[in-house]
């Protein structure tokens, strides 16, 4: 039996190694590192107090999405802003039903402190709704905020602020997401809101206008706003890069802006949603420019953190998606060949980083629940998991 289980899996390794040789984008050609990329690492904070959390999840990214990122933009002796933060660790990504995670209970690992099934939305494994650390902060009087690349109601920024049973319920989705206190939520999914585009022909921009949120539809409206509640719905569906979308940065620091008015404290959740869609499509120069666009809002966010003092950083993955590894086969002289075993997510462990306050705290090898647990506990609201 054991015997066949191996022999099946090398027949797996080798005929889904039988990388692209019809792939225009796999090979890349790392750059000069310039003088203002050689490496400096951030400095250890002495300070305990975590009054902020700033939590950067990179959908799909592994060492490998970061490795060929920092080749392409800063080179080989460089350092992307994600890089600098000087404590790492690694993250035990496997699921309640699958050692391979997604994306919704991967993220629910992170907002609940639990394991659950894949596909489920801040639920457990016997779909009973589990509070989520935005919750939490909301009660104790913290400001909230969700930023995400892809639709808002997508499953990572979804399992911080809504309960349900499978991540396919977007418009259920929006609806609890106007329903949990978040003053900040800006991404994509304008189509999960407007009653033009609804099953039920629920207007929730109304609802949302109503409920104090000044709905945002383009880059420029967002730096135009004065408001102190938001809701950014820049594309349909996902971002679409357009030049009319703001960037994550540029999301992020409106974020900050409004967030951390709350003398409390506040919570902050980014995601780079689409560096794991690229890895879906074996698509390497999508990868790159997502991770660049992901790696400006490190950098917004560090900013803000190096500043304010009392701000915790956490930056890591749910999980790896495409088995993306770098080669050198045919490609010649410096460049290097990305390779990808799969169009899905893999069971290899993610990095963990961290800066501010208390970032010791995330060094090692942990589950991803622990990572929800402890931001919980270092923000004080108390310890992960609790049901609703
Ligand atoms: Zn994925």
């Not at 790696?295 to 966010?301: E, G, N, Y």
């Amino acid at each position: 039996m054991k015997k066949f289980l191996f022999l099946s899996v090398l027949l797996i390794i080798s005929t889904s190694c039988q990388n692209p040789d019809n792939s225009e984008n796999t090979e890349i050609m790392p750059v000069a590192t310039s003088d203002s990329e050689i490496p400096e690492l951030l400095p250890l904070v002495e300070g305990k107090t975590v009054k902020n959390i700033i939590f950067l999840i990179g959908d799909g990214t592994g060492l490998a999405q970061i490795t060929s990122g920092q080749y392409a933009l800063v080179g080989p002796d460089g350092l992307l802003h994600m890089q600098t933060m000087p404590v790492t660790g690694f993250v035990k990504t496997h699921s309640s039903d699958n050692l391979i995670t997604d994306s919704a209970s991967g993220a629910t690992a992170y907002s609940c402190g639990l394991k659950t099934y894949n596909g489920a939305i801040a639920v457990n494994p016997d779909k009973e709704a589990c509070k989520t650390i935005l919750e939490l902060a909301e009660e104790m009087g913290l400001s909230t905020g969700l930023i995400a690349t892809s639709s808002i109601t997508h499953a990572t920024p979804a399992s911080f602020a809504s309960h349900v049973e499978s991540r396919s319920m977007e418009e259920e989705i929006a609806v609890q997401l106007l329903n949990s206190g978040a003053e900040v939520m800006l991404g994509g999914g304008f189509e999960f809101f407007s009653s033009q585009y609804r099953s039920d022909s629920l207007d929730l921009i109304t609802q949302a206008e109503e409920a104090g949120y000044q709905l945002l539809r383009n880059k420029e409206e967002l730096d135009n706003s004065e408001a102190e509640m938001l809701l950014g719905l820049f594309a349909n569906d996902g971002l679409e890069r357009a030049e009319t979308e703001p960037s994550t940065s540029a999301m992020t620091t409106k974020a900050l802006d409004i967030l951390s008015r709350n003398e409390d404290g506040f919570f902050l959740m980014i995601e780079g949603s689409q560096i794991d869609w690229g890895g879906h499509g074996n698509n390497t120069d999508y990868v790159l420019n997502e991770v660049e666009d992901f790696d400006a809002a490190v950098k917004t966010a560090l900013d803000f953190a190096r500043q304010d003092g009392e701000t915790l950083v956490v930056l890591t993955a749910d999980h790896e998606t495409g088995g993306m590894t770098l080669q050198r086969q045919r490609a010649e002289g410096d460049s290097l060949e990305i390779y990808w075993t799969t169009g899905y997510h893999t069971g290899i462990p993610v990095p963990l980083m961290a800066y501010g306050p208390q970032a010791t705290e995330f060094m090692g090898w942990r589950d991803n629940t622990y990572v929800g647990k402890r931001m919980a506990e270092l923000l004080n609201l108390g310890s992960l998991p609790q049901m609703k």
